[in-house]
Every structure is written in C-alpha cells, then in structure tokens.
C-alpha cells in the first residue's frame, strides 16, 4: 500500500513540475520580448532617420566601419528598401594600385579585389572629409560599398588616422 503511494506523490509531483516548466517555458520568452518600462528608469530618446522612423541612424555607414575595422574582407546580401537584394561588401587593406575611377585593395590574407569610385563615392581621411583623387598607393583604408556581378563600387573609404 506505502508503494502505490509513493508512485501516486511522484507521479503527481513529476505532472506538477512538467506543468511549472512548461509555463516559464512559455511565459518568461513572452514577458521578456516587451518588458514594462521601469518608473525609475528613463529612455534616452533614439535617434531619427530623416524620414523620422524611430530607431534608425542618420549615418549608417559609421558603425559598419568599426566593424570592418576588425575584420578582413566580407559580404552580405540584405533587402533594400526597393524589396530588391544588394549584395554589400567591405574590405580592410592596403591600397596596391589606382587608376583613373578604379582602386585596387590588397587584404592582409592575400585576398585582393578592384574597386569602382563614382559621383557618390565618399571618403573620410585623417578624420575629415576628402576626395577619392586623395587617395593613392600605400594608403591603409577600409573600404565598404556594393557588388553588382563581379563589379565592386564603393559607398565609403575610410583611411583611419595614423598613430
């Protein structure tokens, strides 16, 4: 009789926790995802695109150089507001060769790529604004921009300060 009773209190006690662990499962991913403002706490207002959507920067490129700044090379296939796919890319480097529109960017693991300036190209050198006609051969840049097929144009280059 004490046997049945201890298989019917662990039974019940193992139902009981399934059904707590089931409700936080459920429950706390719920509670997280929009958490109720503290009265003690206040929001810092965030920054405004000019189109005055909440969230978005006004210089999205800034970020993406620190990013780069730590890697290599890459690329990503994002959504434009087009609802069309891009293909960005970014590489960190030594400036090989130039001429005329056209930059050739050496990585630090061999990996070399040519790229296009254009009437939008933007360049940011010794921290000011620049020219892409200032750039030459030996200059360390980090360069971000789009792939279309095999052609690479640039968005920005950045030639960091040197220490």
């Not at 030459?136 to 968005?155: F, K, L, P, S």
């Amino acid at each position: 009789m004490r046997e049945k009773m201890n298989r019917k209190s662990l039974a019940a006690g193992l139902g009981a926790a399934s059904l707590l662990g089931l409700g936080l499962y459920l429950a706390v991913p719920a509670a997280s995802a929009d958490p109720a403002p503290s009265p003690s706490t206040t929001a810092s207002p965030q920054p405004k695109a000019k189109d005055g959507r909440p969230g978005a920067q006004q210089r999205p490129w800034k970020h993406r150089a620190r990013f780069a700044a730590r890697g290599v090379h890459g690329e990503a296939t994002v959504r434009g507001k087009d609802e069309k796919f891009h293909v960005r890319t970014w590489q960190r480097g030594e400036i090989t060769g130039r001429s005329g529109a056209t930059l050739t960017v050496r990585s630090a693991d061999g990996v070399t790529w040519t790229w296009n300036t254009d009437g939008k190209t933007r360049v940011r050198k010794d921290g000011a604004k620049s020219a892409p006609t200032a750039l030459a051969a030996g200059d360390r840049v980090i360069v971000m921009g789009q792939r279309e097929g095999t052609t690479r144009t640039i968005g920005l280059v950045v030639v960091p300060k040197k220490k």
